[in-house]
T-cell receptor, first 109, second 115 residues
């Protein structure tokens, strides 16, 4: 079966750094996506990795290791507005997105 | 605004009634997806279209669900004989079949409540 695992909830402090991990087992791999979703809103795209390594985009970075079936999203200089759910999704051999349940990130002052 | 739009944003219906939702994708996108999302879960794939062709439908999808994209532009999702378990957020997303860039852009969703 296909499976995406990520922690249910994490808490971090404003101004700090947090790493959200994602492990996956899918039928084929054609890229991994991270999306941000605020409560009651639609997901918005954050990052895309298809090759091993780190992709940096401002305060957000995403890392991929295909051999380990592992990715993480790194958020630096946390702001209160970063409080949201972070969804990991893998595009499988049929180019369909398989979604994790999301990690709810709580930022405390 | 040239993003993905969905109507209505909220729908409350009684069990057994039929409901229809509409999605207007980004105009140059030829792929359109429907997802269902419940609280604390990621989006669950329902179906997707490439242009007007429905290429895949989730095996978990009941026969009460049907989707169309008649002219390869907007799409409708109909749920017949709604059940309380159908209560969820229904999300539409679109993407462009361009090289390897298949990022999906989501609409604001339609929240369905079945009473």
């Amino acid at each position: 079966g296909q499976n995406i695992d990520q922690p249910t909830e994490m808490t971090a402090t404003e101004g700090a750094i947090v790493q959200i991990n994602c492990t996956y087992q899918t039928s084929g791999f054609n890229g991994l996506f991270w999306y941000q979703q605020h409560a009651g809103e639609a997901p918005t795209f954050l990052s895309y990795n298809v090759l091993d390594g780190l992709e940096e985009k401002g305060r957000f970075s995403s890392f991929l290791s295909r051999s380990k079936g592992y990715s993480y999203l790194l958020l630096k200089e946390l702001q209160m507005k970063d409080s949201a759910s972070y969804l990991c999704a893998v595009r499988d051999s049929n180019y369909q997105l398989i979604w994790g349940a999301g990690t709810k990130l709580i930022i405390k002052p | 605004d040239t993003g993905v739009s969905q109507n209505p944003r909220h729908k409350i219906t009684k069990r057994g009634q039929n409901v229809t939702f509409r999605c207007d994708p980004i105009s140059e996108h030829n792929r359109l997806y429907w997802y269902r999302q419940t609280l604390g879960q990621g989006p669950e794939f329902l179906t997707y279209f490439q242009n007007e062709a429905q290429l895949e439908k989730s095996r978990l999808l009941s026969d009460r669900f049907s989707a169309e994209r008649p002219k390869g532009s907007f799409s409708t999702l109909e749920i017949q004989r709604t059940e309380q378990g159908d209560s969820a957020m229904y999300l539409c997303a679109s993407s462009s079949f361009r090289d390897s860039d298949y990022e999906q852009y989501f609409g604001p969703g339609t929240r369905l409540t079945v009473t």
